[in-house]
């Protein structure tokens, strides 16, 4: 049975930091990317930042470069989020998501966790 259980989000205040969590199950969890990817009230779905397999490459969205960053511990199973330097306009609902693409295939097998949320209010 596949699980990604998200922790980590709570209200902090404005220039604060949080660390989220990813924990991962019932699949390889080395071969699929890893994405966060987060929702505000009234807003749609939007990528925070993804990293590869292996770890060898990240991308943030521009709203995020310099302040966020993504990790993962394959030994863990496990995907981490460190924000830093938080705004208001971060609140949202923060997803972490696991996909992988069968090579020549193209089969996507595509997970999501229930969601954390994250408030940044003073």
């Known amino acids: 049975q596949v699980q990604l259980v998200e922790s980590g989000g709570g209200l902090v205040q404005p220039g604060g930091s949080l660390r989220l969590s990813c924990a991962a199950s019932?699949?390889?969890?080395?071969?699929?990317?890893m994405n966060w990817y987060r929702q505000a009230p009234g807003k749609e779905r939007e990528l925070v930042a993804a990293?590869?397999?292996?770890?060898?490459?990240?991308n943030y969205a521009d709203s995020v470069k310099g302040r966020f960053t993504i990790s993962r511990d394959n030994a863990k199973n496990t995907v981490y989020l460190q924000m830093d330097s938080l705004k208001p306009e971060d609140t949202a609902v923060y997803y972490c998501n696991a996909r992988y693409t069968i090579p020549m295939s193209g089969a996507l097998f595509d997970y999501w966790g229930q969601g954390t949320q994250v408030t940044v209010s003073s």
């Open positions: 019932g699949f390889t969890f080395s071969r699929y990317s």
């Open positions: 990293i590869t397999s292996l770890g060898g490459s990240t």
